[in-house]
């Protein structure tokens, strides 16, 4: 038997599209071995929201926006209407997946559609981290009182299973220090500089590849990496924090010298995310921080992504990954849809 999830897809940029791809290939596989079927009955952009309750053919859909169209023109457009609008009217769907672009100023559109849904006992599935960073004890406590999940680890490094390895593998751990490079972008830049590149330059190259974004600035000035150290504490440190809990500095005070300068002594500069104990909570942080060349996360290189976590019963864990496109963190969200409904 095969179970059928209709799924609402906020937000068809490359982690959208990519979802799709993964669903045009994967769907016999998902069938076969999870029982699974997704059928897309919403899909929404920028431009609105289109509803077809018989289900949008995902390599199709795909095709549309990589060619330009918008939804607006997709059968079954809603003239007017935002994702949350959907959701209040009654969208038959059993899972959201939210992968619309972070909004730290108002966290829409997805935090309406986020609430929605969860107040509608509908599932939520998030790529988006401004929800969480905004409203976290809220959307938990909506998906507590009315029967919804609430997963998200695509929010914390994509496809590195961090939110998974904090909630379901440090059983009654006390975690002393975590440590982390959350940001592939910062992490790509500093290793040009350390090359010799001027920032600008190192900036422009990843531009170039397609790998940042025209606006950098929540990647270069340290905001994407407190995001997911918000999320982090949150979810598995035990502590309620919010952005202002964490002291943030990016990398664009530094220069190609600075970095040359820690080389000559065998060291790196990284931006390091850093969550240590502090009474009984944890102090927060993200700053390029100087490291001996030998450490773990000194050797994350490039588009590499990587955390320590140090805890009193499981010892030292050390985990990386290198994510060159939005595959994996797509991946990440059908991992946390099919736990959810398996």
Known sequence: ????????????????????TILESKQGRLAEQYGL??????????????????????GATRRAKENGVPVRRLAGYWPGVTPGDALAADLECD???EASPVNLKSGEPG???VRMALMRGVSVVLANKGPLVLAFPELKRLARENGAGLAYSATVCGALPVV????????????????????????????????GKPYVDALAEAQRRGLAETDPSLDVEGWDTANKLVIIANTFLGVEATLADVAVQGITGLAAADLQAAQRKGHVIKLIASATRAGDGYALSVAP??????????RCAGWEM????????????YFKDLEGNPLPTAAAMLRDAV???M
């Open 164 to 195: 998974n390895v904090g909630t379901r593998d440090l059983i009654a751990a006390d975690i002393q220090a975590l440590r982390g490079i959350f940001n592939s972008t910062s992490n790509f830049i500093l290793g040009e500089m350390a090359a």
């Open 111 to 113: 935090l309406s559609a």
């Open 306 to 317: 990587g955390i320590e976590i140090h805890s009193d019963l499981y010892g030292s864990m």
């Open 1 to 20: 038997m095969t179970k059928e999830i209709r799924t609402a897809l906020i937000g068809l940029g490359n982690v959208g599209r990519s979802f799709l």
């Open 289 to 298: 921080t100087e490291l001996d060349g030998d450490e773990f996360l000194a």
């Open 339 to 341: 736990n959810l409904f």
């Open 95 to 97: 899972l959201v997946l």
């Open 37 to 58: 079927a997704f059928r897309i009955v919403c899909v929404a952009d920028s431009s609105g929201v289109a509803v077809n309750p018989g289900g949008y053919e995902p």
